[in-house]
């Protein structure tokens, strides 16, 4: 149906004489599919029911994540490699699922539906864990603090623990790319207020999974420290299932973007006719192009991109020779389809370099945490988890987003002048990758001199080293510093700069940075513990981590993140921002040509 007709029929039937203006400019629609009322959807309530949503479900997440390090040793009876490297590749297949959620979002069942869907499957996979931990692996009673370690558990019962957490693994990385998107969603980029909300939601969601986290790294670490652990899992069921409560109850008042079909069918296309065409001589602009004829775009949510010069041999697929057909998708694709897919392409390079970062930032979940267990964890007779450190990351995140927004951001604004912005996205990333190896080159420091007061004979090492563990304080304060550089810029690069019709597919690539980042670290572990350990030495990650050198690999990882900004500074340079045509320019071509366009 033709949208500017839909527009006047709601108008008449629906909302009576709601002036045109009241509603949305980017196309967005409301839980019936009538065309969004301004004041009536999106904006600010649906956006704070978003970021609580994404809080408490961040609390369930952590409150399984940021100690299962510690289960997998004291409940699992693992050891500090097996656990850390199971941990990796645990986080990492979460991120994975981000692809999956991205997807159907995108494709098929919109960004509401996902979420919903997503959310449940969440709750299912931690009500599994708290029961399963009850009834089968928390034995005997009280076990799997620092002192008592649990028994081993059967073959049964740990496949019943694997299915769980990859259930929580599914639940949270199918729901977290597309909350995100979902979230700016709310804010119409095309109005003056709403577009600088849209902005700001971002640093606000990443606020909100840090402060939700909070609890989780501080509370629950605490009571699952001292062996509580069925306590902490249900703790986070329940969060988990207030937050797909809170979720429900704001469905009337969501703006939403209708998916738009399978992109990696027009992604195809688009290569097909390119190579179908590969003789064809190339045009010298853009202008002979075939711009194609409105129904490629689903509605007046997606906008034509302008076309750009690099990867040239995708042009090609929009030229029309003497035997071409236009409603062949395979042999002559407009230019906006093309387009899409020199985004993609051209992002690609940006995304690669994010993952080292991602290598770096899953060390706190993992060695972090092992490092600090072998440090003074008391003060004053009172025991600190060495899990509920990353509580400084969480500070630190918060301090540096309220920073960077309210003081480097308007400096550094007044001092490009020519720019009402600051720091570009692109910029911000670089910032973070700087911040991380200072991060990395401190935690090395820290390890040297905790090897320096450690006890290297100890059986039991919990504790074994004279130096605080306060000492960590500064790696984590970077690693949160970096975060909001790095992940921040992440959500908003790979989001703005993403087409129309996939974006929750670029949050996505923020997700899957991470996953990716996992799997690296993991697989860097294995490597340094192989070819460490020749000679009959313990190597730089053995059980002992007293009997190690950690240090060592701290600064491995610093060597390589410098490679990686390097390579990273090329590619920014290189990379050009896309640029949309506005939606209001393409309704008055439309009108000049003296026709309705009509859309699928």
């Known amino acids: 149906m033709e949208y500017c007709l839909n527009i006047d029929k709601m108008k008449d039937d629906k909302v009576g004489n709601i002036p045109h203006e009241e509603f949305t400019l980017d196309g967005t629609v409301d839980m019936h599919g009538h065309p969004a009322v301004r004041d009536r959807t ?68 919109g960004r509401y539906k996902t979420c919903a869907i997503f959310q449940a499957i969440f709750v299912v996979g931690l009500v599994s864990l708290s029961l399963s931990s009850y009834i089968f692996l928390i ?28 259930l929580i693994a599914l639940g949270n990385g199918g729901y977290q790319p597309t909350i995100a998107t979902f979230g700016s969603d709310q804010f119409d980029e095309d109005h003056p207020q709403e ?3 849209k902005v700001s939601f971002f640093s606000y969601f990443y606020l909100a999974l840090n402060l939700g986290s909070l609890f989780s790294n501080t509370i629950l670490v605490y009571f699952e420290d001292k062996g509580m652990w069925t306590l902490g899992f249900w703790a986070s069921a329940g969060s988990a299932i207030l937050a797909l409560v809170l979720f429900l109850i704001g469905t009337p008042r969501y703006r939403h973007f209708k998916p738009t079909g399978n992109p990696i069918s027009r992604f195809c296309q688009v290569i097909v ?31 034509n991109i302008l076309h750009t010069k690099e990867f040239r041999f995708l042009d090609k697929a929009a030229i029309i020779t003497s035997k071409e057909r236009l409603d062949n998708p395979w042999s002559l694709c407009p230019v906006t389809q093309v387009e899409e897919v020199k985004c993609i392409l051209k992002l690609f390079p940006i995304w690669l370099c994010t993952i080292l970062y991602s290598v770096v930032f899953t060390q706190m979940a993992s060695l972090f945490v092992e490092q600090g267990d072998a440090m003074k964890t008391t003060v004053s007779g009172f025991h600190i988890p060495p899990a509920s450190m990353s509580s400084f990351d969480i500070l630190s995140v918060a ?30 990333m670089g910032v973070g990758l700087i911040i991380a190896i200072m991060a990395m080159v401190a935690a090395g420091i820290v390890e040297h001199f905790r090897l320096k007061y450690a006890n290297k004979d100890c059986s039991h090492c919990t504790n074994s080293s004279s130096l605080s563990i306060f000492w960590q304080v500064p ?53 340094v513990i192989k070819f460490s350990t020749t000679n009959k030495m313990p190597g730089w990650i ?18 390589l993140t410098i490679a990686d900004f390097v390579v990273y500074l090329i590619c920014a340079k290189w990379y050009k921002y896309i640029e949309f045509e506005q939606r209001s320019s393409r309704t008055q071509n439309e009108e000049q040509q003296g026709g309705l366009r009509f859309l699928a």
């Open 399 to 428: 301090a540096f987003i309220f920073i960077y927004r309210r003081v480097l951001d308007p400096l550094v604004a007044s001092i490009k002048k020519s720019s009402p912005r600051g720091l570009t996205e692109l910029q911000r």
């Open 475 to 527: 790696q984590y304060v970077l690693i949160g510093a970096s975060e909001v550089f790095m992940y921040v810029g992440q959500l908003e690069f790979f989001n703005g700069q993403a087409p129309d019709g996939l974006k929750s597919f670029g949050s996505a690539l923020c997700m899957t940075s991470i996953s990716l980042g996992n799997y690296v670290s993991s697989l860097l572990v294995s490597i």
């Open 273 to 303: 006719a390119a190579i179908r065409k590969w003789k064809t001589e190339q045009p010298s602009n853009g202008d002979d192009l075939y711009e194609g004829d409105g129904r490629e775009l689903a509605d007046n949510s997606s906008r």
């Open 195 to 197: 577009s600088h909300s």
């Open 542 to 559: 053995p059980g002992n981590l007293n009997k190690g050198h950690l240090d060592r690999f701290y600064f491995l990882l610093a060597a």
């Open 42 to 109: 999106g904006r600010w309530f649906a956006g704070v029911l978003l970021l609580v949503n994404q809080g408490l479900a961040t609390l369930a997440f952590f409150g399984v994540g940021v100690n299962l390090v510690l289960f997998l040793t004291r409940v699992m009876g693992q050891d500090n490699a097996e656990a850390a490297n199971n941990v990796s590749k645990w986080t990492g297949t979460v991120y994975i699922f981000s692809l999956l959620g991205a997807f159907l979002s995108d494709s098929y069942w």
């Open 139 to 166: 034995k005997p009673n009280g076990c799997g603090d620092e002192e008592t370690p649990c028994g081993s558990p059967s073959s049964v019962h740990t496949v019943l623990f694997y299915v769980s957490i990859y």
